[in-house]
């Protein structure tokens, strides 16, 4: 992004709480509530108008869903992000979603902790999920069918701090959150996202807890769900 401010719509069909959620994004400077929409039909409306860098918005709106209007953001203006905010924890909503185009998913009594973390990612091209939501991901991929590994697919091609970092990054830590936890940098734990994505060949989340999964770096039955 350059110097100009990201320019945000947000979507949901309760006043208040759009009212909220705009308070949490002014603190943050850079960003800049353009529009609100209160319907999905009205969300896609507002999109095509303004053309926005970022969509936050609910899946349960009247007219059409938050998912449906993803889709259609998604695939008619592709250079826009899609942060879904909902109430909704089920695997159904959350791989709809992400399958539709939603590049984040936070859970609506997170957001005020979250949500700023989950513009921050998403705005760098990277997916963004919910700690809760990252298990439920996990939880989805667990029981597929496995497959044989080739020696390139090992976690033995990851240093010992990028297995630890990827195991974080797959529990839904910001960059920020694990940079607190191992006591470096921002920057550094950036640097590292970068290259594990590089040596697997995956580039976002949900490809990387696929591989965590397959290679055994994670144990997903110890989550909480």
Not at 17 to 33: D, T, Y
Request: hydrophobic letters at 40%; glycine letters at 6%.
């Amino acid at each position: 992004m350059n110097s100009e401010k990201t320019r945000l719509i947000l979507a949901d069909d309760h006043a208040i709480f759009r009212e909220g959620i705009r308070s949490v994004l002014s603190a943050n400077q850079a960003l800049e509530v353009v529009g609100e929409a209160a319907t999905g039909l009205e969300v896609v409306d507002r999109v095509r108008d303004l053309r926005p860098d970022l969509v936050v918005m609910d899946i349960a709106m009247p007219e059409q869903s938050g998912i449906e209007a993803t889709r259609q953001i998604a695939e008619q203006y592709p250079e826009t992000r899609i942060i879904i905010l909902s109430v909704h924890s089920k695997k159904t909503f959350i791989m709809e979603a992400l399958k539709a185009g939603a590049r984040g998913y936070v859970l609506k009594d997170s957001a005020g902790e979250k949500l700023l973390d989950a513009v921050q990612v998403v705005l760098k091209g990277e997916c963004y999920l919910d700690s809760p939501v990252a298990a439920h991901i996990v939880d989805e991929f667990v029981h597929l069918p496995e497959r044989a590994e080739t020696d390139e697919e090992t976690p033995e091609r990851l240093t010992d701090r990028e297995r630890q970092i990827l195991r974080l990054i797959v529990e839904g830590m910001s960059n920020k959150k694990i940079a607190d936890k191992l006591c470096v940098s921002p920057k550094t734990v950036e640097n590292h996202r970068a290259h594990i994505m590089a040596k697997l060949g995956r580039h976002d989340v949900i490809g990387l807890v696929k591989y965590a999964i397959a290679s055994g770096l994670v144990d997903p039955e110890s989550w909480s769900r």
